[in-house]
């Protein structure tokens, strides 16, 4: 089994910044790809961001694409998600998750963590 552990959230200003991360644990994955969604409040989960094994590839959602950028240390097997100039749209609860590739889909990943949640208020 995999753990996802998700940290960082909280509340913060329009125009602030937050560093989200999550670190992995359990079984030997191999390579592979993690990635961010979120979803706030009567809204469907949706892509935030999402990275390769090597770090090489990485994928933004248009809403986020400029204000975030997606990380990952994989001797720490962790994942970071730095997001800057927050807007009250960006809240939500942020997941991480374990996947095959840095896809858009919510079905490309086999692993979530439990969520941290961001609040940006205005």
């Known amino acids: 089994q995999v753990q996802l552990v998700e940290s960082g959230g909280g509340l913060v200003q329009a125009g602030g910044s937050l560093r989200l991360s999550c670190a992995a644990s359990?079984?030997?994955?191999?390579?592979?790809?993690m990635g961010w969604f979120r979803q706030a409040p009567g809204k469907e989960r949706e892509f935030v961001a999402a990275?390769?094994?090597?770090?090489?590839?990485?994928n933004y959602a248009a809403s986020v694409k400029g204000r975030a950028t997606i990380s990952r240390n994989n001797a720490k097997r962790t994942v970071y998600l730095q997001m800057n100039s927050l807007k009250p749209e960006d809240t939500a609860n942020y997941y991480c998750?374990?996947?095959?590739?840095?896809?858009?889909?919510?079905?490309?990943?086999?692993?979530w963590g439990q969520g941290t949640q961001v609040t940006v208020s205005s």
């Open positions: 990275i390769s094994w090597r770090g090489d590839s990485t």
């Open positions: 998750a374990v996947g095959s590739s840095a896809s858009y889909s919510t079905s490309t990943y086999d692993y």
């Open positions: 359990g079984r030997t994955l191999g390579s592979y790809a």
